[in-house]
């Protein structure tokens, strides 16, 4: 399989980027896929998809759930897709397993497919863009960790459960719990990728731990109701979260948030759609495209601290293949 992943000057959005090197053509018709309407880093997804696709001469309509991860929805919206028969999808499963047969049916009606960010466990693809979630989540909680000396009483704030990038994220940071002998973690409960269920979840673990020096969530949205809970009840703890949302820059910003693993939300919804572009025009796709890990923290905030209209996908020939 061709793999090609990002240098790091790649990872780093810049807003005088340059236009992708593909031609102009006639105004394909791409169908992108996100999960909800609610979380911050699926905004940006979209927002990385509108900007391809303006750079492309291409049109997007966006697919998203009403009721947040509805399998049912997303399979009637899928319906819906091959009945109108775009040129090409970009696609994000609510449920990586259970998505599969949709996938299959879009293969059948002939529609170019490229998976982005969950990894699809089935069907053919075009080609997969996303980033590792297993070394973010290592590398997030080392930082985390670090940050506490390596010692002290943790609680891990889990996404969906049968979501493949939460469940691999928390894989990362039990790999990377293996290092910090003196840290414990005193509890691990599911917010389901959701800022308000997150509080609420926090709220109750609060009032069940008097210490609680640390939090790994394995989204920002979470880590934002982690902190809201946290200022409720006047209690302080180094927070985590994943995804590198505008959300988590300004909390980070705030002294309200210690680092968030950046998820290249925006360059997933560039590429997702470029990788589309280039298969209907006939040119080069890699079967993988992957971003490397990075953690956004006060120290590097400024490459980070954009807003929506500064951001521009890059060139296409600014992937560095190794």
Known sequence: MNAIKFGRAAVAIIAAALVPAICMADNERIAVFTKNQTNPFFQYVRLGADSAASQLNVKVQHY???KPDSIPEQLSQIEDVVVKRPDAVVFIPVDNKAMVPAVQKM????????????RIQGGHIVSFVGADDYTLGLETGRYLLKSLGG??????????????SSNNRLRGFRKALEEFPDVKVVASQPGNNQRLHALQVMENLLQSHQKIDGV?????????????????????????????TKEAIEAIKAGKLAATGDYASFLQGCFGVMAAVRELRKQPVPADITFPPAVIASDNLKAYDLVADQLKCPAWDSIVTK
């Open 64 to 66: 998203i759930p009403t």
């Open 107 to 118: 293969n059948a009606a002939g529609i170019p497919v490229v998976n982005v960010t969950d």
């Open 151 to 164: 010692k002290g009483q943790v609680v891990v704030i889990e996404g969906v459960k049968a979501a493949l």
């Open 216 to 244: 790994f969530a394995v989204n920002d949205a979470m880590a934002t109701g982690v902190i809201e809970a946290l200022d409720g009840a006047n209690r302080r703890a180094l927070v985590v979260g994943i995804n590198g």
